[in-house]
């Protein structure tokens, strides 16, 4: 019986099919065609044609066999679970969450600031005359709890440190779908 595949041989085979592919398309390029002065390449211009229509089937095969590998990548990513904290994902998920989408919620709630009211009370304050009724001058008021948005931010800091580390394991201990 074959041993199984990993999750992390499986993507490291896409990338040198991917190689092959490239390396095939230099040669077919290489080959295509020659100046009426020059000798082919191969001993014979019919040796050259033959070859040119080997690779290009080649790749052919090489995308085939790409595909089935990555559709097995695909549904491994798909249906693994990890726990992470109470929360469980997907390895797709957490690809997700790596490729930007815990950076856009880190990014959420470092918004929550008073940068836009600040830059909005110094262009008000800059035209309006302090009232000699006594009034309050205008002033900042926070319209959320500080302590939330550290705990928030420290959550998806967090949730991104674990998914970095704990994928480089998880690729090398799931086996891929059959």
Do not use: C
Request: hydrophobic share 35%.
């Amino acid at each position: 019986m074959p041993e199984q595949k990993m999750l992390i041989e499986g993507m490291k085979a896409l990338k040198v099919l991917e190689k092959r592919i490239a390396t095939n398309t230099r040669r077919i390029n290489e080959y295509a065609a020659i100046v009426s002065t020059e000798r082919p390449v191969f001993a014979t211009q019919k040796e050259q044609e033959a070859e040119i229509k080997t690779l290009i089937q080649a790749n052919g095969d090489l995308v085939t066999e790409y595909l089935d590998l990555k559709r097995r990548v695909d549904m491994t990513n798909l249906q693994t679970r990890v726990q992470i904290g109470k929360d469980g994902y997907t390895i797709a998920d957490l690809l997700q969450l790596r490729r930007g989408l815990a950076k856009m919620m880190r990014q959420t709630y470092q918004a929550l600031n008073d940068d836009v009211a600040e830059a909005r009370l110094r262009a008000m304050t800059s035209r309006y005359a302090p009232s000699a009724s006594g009034e309050k001058p205008p002033h900042i008021e926070f319209l959320y709890d500080e302590k939330a948005k550290n705990e928030g931010l420290r959550h998806w800091q967090d949730l991104e440190d674990e998914i970095e580390t704990r994928l480089e394991v998880i690729n090398a201990t799931t086996p891929l779908v059959d």
